[in-house]
Protein backbone atom coordinates (compact mmCIF):
# COMPACT_ATOMS: atom_id res chain seq x y z
CA UNK A 1 0.00 0.00 0.00
CA UNK A 2 2.99 2.59 0.95
CA UNK A 3 4.11 2.09 -2.88
CA UNK A 4 1.09 3.01 -4.06
CA UNK A 5 -0.01 5.92 -1.81
CA UNK A 6 3.63 7.38 -3.38
CA UNK A 7 2.82 6.73 -6.97
CA UNK A 8 -0.49 8.85 -6.20
CA UNK A 9 1.45 11.49 -4.41
CA UNK A 10 3.80 11.36 -7.37
CA UNK A 11 1.14 11.84 -9.67
CA UNK A 12 -0.25 14.87 -7.91
CA UNK A 13 2.96 16.37 -7.32
CA UNK A 14 3.92 16.47 -10.65
CA UNK A 15 0.86 18.46 -11.70
CA UNK A 16 0.10 17.48 -14.85
CA UNK A 17 3.21 17.34 -16.21
CA UNK A 18 2.65 13.86 -18.63
CA UNK A 19 6.13 13.37 -18.91
CA UNK A 20 7.39 13.61 -16.00
CA UNK A 21 4.58 11.15 -14.96
CA UNK A 22 4.91 8.91 -17.88
CA UNK A 23 9.20 9.09 -16.78
CA UNK A 24 8.66 7.65 -13.33
CA UNK A 25 5.69 5.18 -13.78
CA UNK A 26 8.00 3.26 -16.49
CA UNK A 27 11.35 3.63 -13.92
CA UNK A 28 9.26 2.40 -11.18
CA UNK A 29 7.63 -0.44 -13.24
CA UNK A 30 11.25 -1.57 -14.98
CA UNK A 31 12.87 -1.46 -11.08
CA UNK A 32 10.23 -3.82 -10.05
CA UNK A 33 10.24 -5.89 -12.66
CA UNK A 34 14.26 -6.42 -11.91
CA UNK A 35 14.18 -6.33 -8.49
CA UNK A 36 11.50 -9.30 -8.66
CA UNK A 37 12.70 -11.18 -10.84
CA UNK A 38 16.45 -10.67 -9.56
CA UNK A 39 14.76 -11.99 -6.28
CA UNK A 40 16.04 -8.80 -4.10
CA UNK A 41 15.24 -8.95 -0.15
CA UNK A 42 11.83 -7.57 0.23
CA UNK A 43 12.46 -4.36 2.09
CA UNK A 44 14.88 -3.98 -0.42
CA UNK A 45 12.55 -3.92 -3.35
CA UNK A 46 10.11 -1.46 -1.60
CA UNK A 47 13.27 0.78 -1.21
CA UNK A 48 13.90 0.62 -4.41
CA UNK A 49 10.61 1.25 -5.45
CA UNK A 50 10.53 4.48 -3.33
CA UNK A 51 13.02 5.51 -4.57
CA UNK A 52 12.09 4.69 -8.69
CA UNK A 53 8.97 7.08 -7.60
CA UNK A 54 10.98 9.91 -6.38
CA UNK A 55 13.91 9.15 -8.51
CA UNK A 56 13.15 13.00 -10.86
CA UNK A 57 11.62 14.81 -8.23
CA UNK A 58 13.99 17.54 -8.73
CA UNK A 59 13.08 17.95 -12.39
CA UNK A 60 10.59 20.34 -12.22
CA UNK A 61 12.15 22.63 -9.49
CA UNK A 62 15.26 22.81 -11.84
CA UNK A 63 13.74 23.34 -15.26
CA UNK A 64 12.00 26.52 -13.12
CA UNK A 65 15.82 26.90 -11.40
CA UNK A 66 18.18 26.64 -14.15
CA UNK A 67 16.12 26.43 -16.93
CA UNK A 68 17.11 22.80 -17.42
CA UNK A 69 17.02 19.50 -15.59
CA UNK A 70 20.65 17.97 -15.59
CA UNK A 71 21.69 14.79 -13.72
CA UNK A 72 23.68 16.63 -11.65
CA UNK A 73 21.13 19.23 -10.50
CA UNK A 74 18.55 16.57 -10.30
CA UNK A 75 20.83 14.85 -7.84
CA UNK A 76 22.31 17.87 -5.50
CA UNK A 77 18.75 19.24 -5.52
CA UNK A 78 16.29 15.92 -4.97
CA UNK A 79 17.87 14.72 -2.33
CA UNK A 80 15.68 17.48 0.16
CA UNK A 81 13.20 17.08 -1.95
CA UNK A 82 12.46 13.42 -1.58
CA UNK A 83 12.70 13.57 2.42
CA UNK A 84 10.08 16.13 2.50
CA UNK A 85 8.16 14.25 0.17
CA UNK A 86 8.37 11.16 2.16
CA UNK A 87 8.56 12.23 5.81
CA UNK A 88 5.25 12.11 6.60
CA UNK A 89 4.79 8.36 4.85
CA UNK A 90 5.49 5.09 6.64
CA UNK A 91 9.10 5.05 6.28
CA UNK A 92 11.83 4.23 8.55
CA UNK A 93 14.60 7.32 8.83
CA UNK A 94 16.78 4.33 7.76
CA UNK A 95 14.90 3.74 4.70
CA UNK A 96 14.53 7.30 4.61
CA UNK A 97 18.08 7.55 4.55
CA UNK A 98 18.73 5.11 1.93
CA UNK A 99 15.73 6.27 -0.91
CA UNK A 100 17.79 9.86 -0.29
CA UNK A 101 21.14 8.50 -1.25
CA UNK A 102 19.65 6.53 -4.21
CA UNK A 103 17.96 10.51 -5.34
CA UNK A 104 21.05 12.05 -4.97
CA UNK A 105 23.24 9.96 -6.51
CA UNK A 106 21.20 8.19 -9.44
CA UNK A 107 22.84 9.50 -12.35
CA UNK A 108 26.16 8.51 -10.68
CA UNK A 109 27.58 4.94 -12.14
CA UNK A 110 30.80 5.24 -10.08
CA UNK A 111 30.00 5.07 -6.32
CA UNK A 112 27.51 1.86 -6.98
CA UNK A 113 27.20 0.47 -3.33
CA UNK A 114 24.21 -2.09 -3.34
CA UNK A 115 21.59 -4.22 -5.66
CA UNK A 116 18.65 -0.99 -5.12
CA UNK A 117 21.42 1.51 -6.26
CA UNK A 118 22.30 -1.00 -9.66
CA UNK A 119 18.89 -1.65 -10.63
CA UNK A 120 17.92 2.15 -10.39
CA UNK A 121 20.50 2.87 -12.54
CA UNK A 122 19.53 0.34 -15.14
CA UNK A 123 15.57 1.48 -14.70
CA UNK A 124 16.70 4.67 -15.32
CA UNK A 125 18.48 4.14 -18.23
CA UNK A 126 16.08 1.24 -20.05
CA UNK A 127 13.42 4.38 -20.16
CA UNK A 128 16.07 7.25 -21.00
CA UNK A 129 17.43 5.52 -23.70
CA UNK A 130 14.68 6.07 -25.40
CA UNK A 131 13.26 8.73 -24.38
CA UNK A 132 16.55 10.39 -25.65
CA UNK A 133 16.78 8.04 -28.40
CA UNK A 134 19.75 7.05 -28.48
CA UNK A 135 22.14 5.38 -31.00
CA UNK A 136 22.46 1.88 -30.68
CA UNK A 137 26.38 2.13 -29.90
CA UNK A 138 25.38 4.38 -27.02
CA UNK A 139 22.88 1.84 -25.36
CA UNK A 140 25.68 -0.82 -26.17
CA UNK A 141 28.54 0.89 -25.01
CA UNK A 142 26.30 1.89 -21.83
CA UNK A 143 25.70 -1.91 -20.96
CA UNK A 144 28.69 -3.27 -21.27
CA UNK A 145 30.14 -0.67 -18.96
CA UNK A 146 27.39 -0.38 -16.27
CA UNK A 147 24.80 -2.76 -16.36
CA UNK A 148 25.25 -6.03 -13.80
CA UNK A 149 21.62 -8.12 -13.55
CA UNK A 150 21.00 -10.65 -15.58
CA UNK A 151 17.06 -9.14 -15.94
CA UNK A 152 18.39 -5.86 -16.55
CA UNK A 153 20.81 -6.77 -19.42
CA UNK A 154 18.25 -9.34 -21.02
CA UNK A 155 15.75 -6.38 -21.28
CA UNK A 156 18.19 -3.64 -22.38
CA UNK A 157 18.87 -6.19 -25.67
CA UNK A 158 15.45 -7.22 -25.95
CA UNK A 159 14.20 -4.06 -25.96
CA UNK A 160 16.50 -2.49 -28.30
CA UNK A 161 17.58 -5.27 -30.30
CA UNK A 162 21.65 -5.44 -29.32
CA UNK A 163 23.56 -8.55 -29.72
CA UNK A 164 25.63 -9.68 -26.50
CA UNK A 165 28.86 -9.62 -28.76
CA UNK A 166 28.35 -6.16 -29.61
Known amino acids: MLVS ?9 YDGSIHDINHFLKVWSYAKLI ?10 LETLELAAIAH ?25 LAREFYKEMEVSENQLDRICYLVGHHH ?21 ADESSLKTQAITKFRNLNFKTKTG ?4 NTI ?5 NE
Do not use: S
Not at 5 to 13: N, S
Open 5 to 13: KAIKKMIQF
Open 35 to 44: GELENIDKDV
Open 56 to 80: DIACPLCRKKYGYAGGKMQEVEGVL
Open 108 to 128: TVKTIDGIDYQILIEADFLVN
Open 153 to 156: IELL
Open 160 to 164: YGLEM
